[in-house]
């Protein structure tokens, strides 16, 4: 029974960083892909960054790229997500997501992840 917890959500200010973790369980960690997704209100759900189980190869959005960095520690069955330079459109609820592959073949595509936490609300404002 996979279980995926989001936390360090919070309000911060343009230009401000701010680092998620995600916390995992019920799963082999090292058997899945990782990914981050965001979905802001009115809006579809999208990809943020993936990052593959054994050799850490990393996929960004366009949006994030060069601003935010993806991580995970297999050892503690963990990913973050460290946001720099936020801006206001990067508000949204983010979630964490876990697929039954190795690779992120298709990283972006929604359907294709297997198990989902429940989010953590980014709120970048002045």
């Known amino acids: 029974q996979a279980h995926l917890v989001e936390t360090g959500g919070g309000l911060v200010q343009p230009g401000g960083s701010l680092r998620l973790s995600c916390a995992t369980s019920g799963f082999i960690f090292d058997s899945r892909c990782m990914g981050w997704f965001r979905q802001a209100p009115g809006k579809e759900r999208e990809a943020v960054a993936s990052i593959n189980a054994i050799h850490h190869s990393t996929n960004y959005a366009e949006s994030v790229k060069g601003r935010f960095t993806i991580s995970r520690d297999n050892a503690n069955n963990m990913v973050y997500l460290r946001m720099e330079s936020l801006k206001p459109e990067d508000t949204a609820v983010y979630y964490c997501?876990?697929?039954?592959?190795?690779?992120?073949?298709?990283?972006?595509?929604?359907?294709?992840?297997?198990?989902w936490g429940q989010g953590t609300q980014v709120t970048v404002s002045s």
């Open positions: 997501a876990a697929r039954r592959s190795q690779e992120c073949y298709y990283w972006d595509y929604v359907p294709g992840y297997d198990d």
